[in-house]
């Protein structure tokens, strides 16, 4: 399996809901990568796997800008949902409002992701 399956195997297929969407994203080698937007201002961002998590309780994916991976917008984690499937589950902190929660969904389009609020 290579990364971008196991990737895409967290993500669960869902249908399209009334659901804010603030962020398209293609499957990359090393995670996701598009944009994420809110309140009229869009940033261009990866989503990267943490490889050498500290803990089990550390981050799955961390939320960089895309030209910069020192700058950090939030931290998400896998999950599983009650029926049992996976899904990633993520924390932005926006500068100047209280932390956002989101998770990431997959659209119709294969590769595709939607970024949702929670």
Request: hydrophobic share 40%.
């Amino acid at each position: 399996m290579t990364a971008i399956e196991a990737a895409m195997g967290a993500v669960p297929k869902q249908e399209r809901t009334n659901d804010m969407i603030c962020g398209n994203f293609k499957a990359t080698d090393r995670g996701f990568h598009g944009e994420i937007r809110f309140f009229g201002t869009s940033e261009k961002v990866e989503i990267l796997r943490v490889d050498d998590k500290a803990s089990d309780k550390s981050p799955d994916y961390r939320i960089v800008a895309a030209d910069d991976e020192s700058i950090e917008f939030g931290v998400g984690w896998l999950k599983s949902a009650r029926d049992g499937k996976p899904y990633a589950s993520f924390n932005l902190n926006p500068v100047l409002a209280p932390d956002v929660h989101l998770r990431l969904v997959s659209t119709k389009v294969t590769g595709k992701f939607e970024l949702k609020v929670d």
